[in-house]
Protein backbone atom coordinates (compact mmCIF):
# COMPACT_ATOMS: atom_id res chain seq x y z
CA UNK A 1 0.00 0.00 0.00
CA UNK A 2 2.86 2.65 0.70
CA UNK A 3 3.74 2.29 -3.24
CA UNK A 4 0.00 2.52 -3.95
CA UNK A 5 0.43 5.57 -2.04
CA UNK A 6 3.27 6.81 -3.68
CA UNK A 7 2.03 6.33 -6.61
CA UNK A 8 -1.21 8.71 -6.01
CA UNK A 9 0.91 11.26 -4.34
CA UNK A 10 3.14 11.60 -7.66
CA UNK A 11 1.15 11.02 -10.25
CA UNK A 12 -2.79 11.70 -9.35
CA UNK A 13 -4.17 15.43 -8.88
CA UNK A 14 -7.69 16.05 -10.37
CA UNK A 15 -7.06 19.84 -9.98
CA UNK A 16 -3.79 20.09 -11.87
CA UNK A 17 -3.32 22.75 -14.75
CA UNK A 18 -0.57 23.08 -17.00
CA UNK A 19 0.91 26.37 -14.69
CA UNK A 20 0.79 24.20 -11.65
CA UNK A 21 3.56 22.03 -12.25
CA UNK A 22 6.59 23.70 -10.29
CA UNK A 23 3.94 24.03 -7.33
CA UNK A 24 2.80 20.81 -7.02
CA UNK A 25 5.94 18.93 -7.58
CA UNK A 26 7.60 21.07 -4.82
CA UNK A 27 4.47 20.94 -2.60
CA UNK A 28 4.93 16.52 -2.94
CA UNK A 29 8.36 16.56 -2.52
CA UNK A 30 8.17 14.70 -5.87
CA UNK A 31 12.04 13.99 -7.80
CA UNK A 32 14.80 11.13 -8.50
CA UNK A 33 14.40 8.20 -6.40
CA UNK A 34 16.76 8.50 -3.90
CA UNK A 35 17.99 12.04 -4.43
CA UNK A 36 17.56 15.31 -4.72
CA UNK A 37 17.96 15.90 -8.47
CA UNK A 38 14.73 16.87 -10.42
CA UNK A 39 13.09 14.40 -11.89
CA UNK A 40 12.93 14.55 -15.93
CA UNK A 41 9.48 14.55 -16.44
CA UNK A 42 6.76 13.75 -13.99
CA UNK A 43 2.81 13.21 -15.12
CA UNK A 44 -0.33 14.03 -13.60
CA UNK A 45 -3.36 12.22 -13.79
CA UNK A 46 -6.42 14.40 -13.80
CA UNK A 47 -8.61 11.79 -12.33
CA UNK A 48 -9.18 10.66 -8.27
CA UNK A 49 -7.60 7.36 -7.70
CA UNK A 50 -10.80 5.52 -7.56
CA UNK A 51 -11.25 6.24 -11.24
CA UNK A 52 -7.30 5.00 -11.69
CA UNK A 53 -7.46 1.43 -9.90
CA UNK A 54 -9.43 0.10 -12.10
CA UNK A 55 -7.19 0.23 -14.95
CA UNK A 56 -5.63 -2.72 -13.16
CA UNK A 57 -8.61 -4.53 -13.31
CA UNK A 58 -11.19 -4.59 -15.63
CA UNK A 59 -10.76 -0.71 -17.36
CA UNK A 60 -7.26 -2.16 -18.31
CA UNK A 61 -5.90 -4.38 -20.49
CA UNK A 62 -1.79 -6.15 -20.42
CA UNK A 63 0.73 -3.89 -22.18
CA UNK A 64 3.63 -5.97 -21.66
CA UNK A 65 4.18 -6.39 -18.24
CA UNK A 66 2.10 -3.12 -17.70
CA UNK A 67 -1.73 -2.35 -17.51
CA UNK A 68 -2.97 -0.13 -20.45
CA UNK A 69 -6.00 1.81 -19.94
CA UNK A 70 -9.35 1.07 -22.18
CA UNK A 71 -10.01 4.69 -21.76
CA UNK A 72 -8.03 8.08 -22.21
CA UNK A 73 -7.27 10.34 -19.56
CA UNK A 74 -6.99 13.66 -19.20
CA UNK A 75 -3.44 14.46 -18.29
CA UNK A 76 -0.77 17.02 -17.54
CA UNK A 77 2.79 16.09 -18.39
CA UNK A 78 5.23 18.09 -16.55
CA UNK A 79 9.12 18.26 -18.43
CA UNK A 80 11.96 20.32 -16.48
CA UNK A 81 13.35 22.81 -18.26
CA UNK A 82 16.81 23.46 -16.56
CA UNK A 83 17.90 19.85 -17.02
CA UNK A 84 20.36 18.71 -14.04
CA UNK A 85 18.86 21.08 -11.36
CA UNK A 86 18.31 19.94 -8.14
CA UNK A 87 15.55 20.67 -5.69
CA UNK A 88 14.19 23.31 -4.57
CA UNK A 89 15.34 24.99 -8.08
CA UNK A 90 13.12 22.25 -10.67
CA UNK A 91 11.34 24.60 -13.25
CA UNK A 92 8.87 22.79 -15.63
CA UNK A 93 6.95 23.49 -17.95
CA UNK A 94 3.43 21.74 -18.02
CA UNK A 95 1.19 20.35 -21.36
CA UNK A 96 -2.01 19.27 -21.10
CA UNK A 97 -3.09 16.14 -23.20
CA UNK A 98 -5.79 13.22 -23.69
CA UNK A 99 -4.12 9.97 -23.24
CA UNK A 100 -4.31 6.46 -22.43
CA UNK A 101 -1.97 5.14 -19.53
CA UNK A 102 0.10 2.69 -19.19
CA UNK A 103 0.74 1.65 -15.43
CA UNK A 104 2.31 -1.33 -13.29
CA UNK A 105 -0.25 -2.97 -10.81
CA UNK A 106 1.06 -5.10 -7.68
CA UNK A 107 -2.13 -7.04 -6.05
CA UNK A 108 -4.74 -4.60 -7.50
CA UNK A 109 -3.16 -1.38 -6.70
CA UNK A 110 -1.27 1.47 -9.34
CA UNK A 111 2.40 1.69 -7.95
CA UNK A 112 4.07 2.99 -11.12
CA UNK A 113 3.42 5.18 -14.14
CA UNK A 114 5.04 4.04 -17.27
CA UNK A 115 3.54 6.15 -19.66
CA UNK A 116 1.07 7.90 -21.87
CA UNK A 117 -0.01 6.85 -24.78
CA UNK A 118 -0.20 8.27 -28.13
CA UNK A 119 -3.68 6.63 -29.52
CA UNK A 120 -4.12 6.64 -33.12
CA UNK A 121 -6.34 4.98 -35.22
CA UNK A 122 -8.14 3.41 -32.46
CA UNK A 123 -11.79 4.60 -33.74
CA UNK A 124 -11.60 7.98 -31.73
Do not use: W
Not at 16 to 23: G, I, L, P
Not at 46 to 52: D, E
Not at 107 to 113: C, D, L, S
Amino acid sequence: IARYKKFINQHINGKMSQTRCDAEISKRGISKPDSNECKETNTFILARPKQVKPVCGRAGEPYGQMRKSLQPFHVVVCTLKNQGARHPHCQYGGASRTRRIAIKCEQGFPVHFDSDIVVINEGY
